[in-house]
């Protein structure tokens, strides 16, 4: 049975940094693009970042380049979202979801991130 | 504003057919096969429900299909049931990102 669990969510202060984690099972992690997916309260999904199997690919929405970095460490089956110089409109539930066809076809319960003073 | 336009809400009779569109552009949805459907249900995460156009997970209903004409996707939900009652998310390749629409709330009267 599939499974992703994520934690690291929290309070976080405008500027502060965050890092979330996601432990896989179930599957072969190491041949899997994984994405980290938000919902801020009340709206819709956005793909923040995605990474390829062996970690040689990585993408980014628009909005958090240069602030939050993705990463595997395919020995613990984990993924994690580094997440620097947070902003108010980074406040989302942060969902980690296995990738596949450019679906999410697996996905964790999610972790809420609030960034506010 | 979502990169892809869906209703904001849907609503049918028990065993009745509804569907959804999500209308986007040819940079996205009429360009390419890679437009998937999400159910979530309040609280709780997504589900994906039709992928690749039309194609079903494993487990997913037979009651959910999905199509595609030009610039525009659609799910349909035969047999409506009572479980079906939740919002509906589609979503799109569009080069090296993926797009979402802003989501359907569909209600089972």
């Known amino acids: 049975e599939v499974q992703l669990v994520e934690s690291g969510g929290g309070l976080v202060q405008p500027g502060g940094s965050l890092r979330l984690s996601c432990a896989a099972s179930?599957?072969?992690?190491?041949?899997?693009?994984m994405s980290w997916v938000r919902q801020a309260p009340g709206k819709g999904l956005e793909r923040v970042a995605n990474?390829?199997?062996?970690?040689?690919?990585?993408y980014y929405v628009d909005s958090v380049k240069g602030r939050f970095t993705i990463s595997r460490d395919n020995a613990k089956s984990s993924l994690y979202l580094q997440m620097n110089s947070l902003r108010a409109e980074d406040t989302a539930v942060y969902y980690c979801?296995?990738?596949?066809?450019?679906?999410?076809?697996?996905w964790g319960q999610g972790t809420l991130v609030t960034v506010s003073s | 504003q979502s990169a892809l336009t869906q209703p904001p809400s849907a609503s049918g009779s028990p065993g009745q057919s509804v569907t959804i569109s999500c209308t986007g552009t040819?940079?996205?949805?009429?360009?390419?096969?890679?437009v998937s459907w999400y159910q979530q249900h309040p609280g709780k995460a997504p589900k994906l429900m039709i992928y690749?156009?039309?194609k079903r997970p494993s487990g997913v209903p037979d009651r959910f299909s999905g199509s595609k004409s030009g610039n525009t996707a659609s799910l349909t939900v035969s047999g409506l049931q009572a479980e079906d009652e939740a919002d509906y998310y589609c979503?799109?390749?569009?080069?090296?990102?993926?797009?979402f629409g802003g989501g359907t709330k569909l209600t089972v009267l």
């Open positions: 979503s799109s390749y569009a080069g090296s990102k993926v797009v």
């Open positions: 690749e156009v039309s």
């Open positions: 990474i390829k199997g062996d970690g040689s690919e990585k």
């Open positions: 179930g599957f072969t992690f190491s041949s899997n693009w």
């Open positions: 040819s940079s996205d949805v009429g360009g390419y096969n890679y």
């Open positions: 979801a296995r990738e596949v066809a450019v679906a999410f076809d697996f």
